[in-house]
């Protein structure tokens, strides 16, 4: 039987198949690299646990998951250690570490602080994340207090230097994810025996029914009758769920084989033309409709931003927009040279 991890019993509550990859096929699970956007998730995530960090004084990091940081985690709880960073629990084949565990003399137990480096929660994975510790804390014998969801505060404004205790918000969330803790040990249960099956999962997966951009990286594996170019990459078709079924439903994965009579947007149906007739489809006539109707002289502006998770200037919040390149050029008349002004 596996072990079955908190990232991935979230990752099955997405899509069992893809995880049961993770686990049994990692050749096929990570044959693409991560990209750059989610090297920069993980990343934000890490900087904002560090950070979060700071507001409890004299935690005891436990930086590692393996046997004896289970050990010492447990002897750290024998103790009641007051703070600490990333205890790890294993029990039963359920594997969690937790972000922060503080103790509380007054009740005797262990209040839960999950800390995400969002501004709103996200009742879909962070409840049932929450739920999975708390499930696997009282497992393991640990009596679990008040379980809170530490997040950005999107009201924070900074000023000067960073105030980490407005940076943060706390919202008690221990009702809530008691109230969860039943169904999720039911779900957590179906995810460990179906994860620890030998035998791959078969046929095509639900992703099918859907557009390029919710496929994962094992799509083309569970469904090799679909070509790399295919249906699923018509635009936004995506949104247009009918139509897509109905293309599947009759198994046309090729562009070619999308009836004639079907419904499409203009711009669906000259991508299909496009395509198939592997031609450029340039229409001069609206281009120079749209050209004509411009007033000069005419800008062309440019710019780049990026949102921090944490201000890094005076008057930014959270994941506020920092701009910080620009370019302006600046055509006078149709037949002038582009001028560069910034
Ligand atoms: S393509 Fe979709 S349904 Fe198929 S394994 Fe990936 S996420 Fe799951």
Known sequence: MITLSKTDYILFR?????????IHKPDIYFQSELSDFEKHLIGTGNEVELVA?????????????????????????AKKQPVLFQPVFLKDNFLAAVDVLKFNP??????IYEIKASNEIDRKRHFYDLAFQVNLLRKCGVKVGMINLMHLDSDYV??????IFRLFKSDDVTKEINDLCEEVALEMDKALAYL????EPIGSCCCVYKGRSNHCSTFNHSNPHVPEYSVHDITRIGLSK?????????GSFHMHQVPEDMELSDAQRNQISAHVSDTVIINKGKITEELEQLVYPVHFIDYETFPSAIPMFDGFSPYQ?????????????PNSKPNRRF
Request: glycine fraction near 4%.
């Open 321 to 333: 927009q920092i701009p910080f390149q620009y370019s302006l050029f600046v055509l006078e008349s």
């Open 53 to 77: 960090r700071q507001t409890f004084p004299d935690g005891v990091l436990i930086d590692s998951r393996d046997e004896a940081a289970q050990k010492l985690t447990k002897e750290y709880i």
């Open 196 to 199: 620890s099956q030998e035998t």
């Open 242 to 250: 009918k139509k897509l079924a109905a293309l599947v439903d009759i």
């Open 158 to 163: 900074r000023s000067g230097k960073l105030d």
């Open 106 to 111: 007054e009740t005797g137990s262990y209040d």
């Open 14 to 22: 997405e899509c069992p198949k893809n995880v049961w990859y993770k």
